[in-house]
């Protein structure tokens, strides 16, 4: 079973970039789907990033162009970095292993996640 440890997180202000990983043990890291989740207040925890053994990437709508997910195989991590960071950005963002090829977008089937990382985004 993989365990997921979020890091990056902090409180940062708009405009400005930062950059979260996931350190991933337990399991073979290379063959799953992985994704980017995150839970604003009072929102639904969502997808907004993703990427698969298989290439395949995958974006929110509204991070476009700014968020940008990648792997690190050989360290078993994986990032996302973020630019051009808005006070809409603010939330907690989980790492999740997925369980099928592709990550759903809402907060399901999922075989492993983290405990989180908090970005704030000050005006």
């Known amino acids: 079973q993989v365990q997921l440890v979020e890091s990056g997180g902090a409180l940062v202000q708009a405009g400005g970039s930062l950059r979260l990983s996931c350190a991933a043990s337990g399991s073979d890291f290379s063959i799953n789907s992985m994704g980017w989740y995150r839970q604003a207040p009072g929102k639904e925890r969502e997808l907004v990033a993703a990427?698969?053994?298989?290439?395949?990437?995958y974006y929110e709508d509204s991070v476009k162009g700014r968020f940008t997910i990648s792997r690190d195989n050989a360290k078993n991590t994986l990032y996302l970095q973020i630019d051009v960071l808005k006070t809409e950005d603010t939330a907690m963002y989980y790492c999740?292993?997925?369980?099928?090829?592709?990550?759903?977008?809402?907060?399901?089937?999922?075989?492993?996640w983290g405990q989180g990382t908090l970005l704030t985004v000050s005006s």
């Open positions: 990427s698969n053994n298989g290439g395949d990437v």
């Open positions: 999740a292993a997925c369980r099928f090829y592709s990550c759903s977008v809402r907060w399901t089937n999922l075989a492993a």
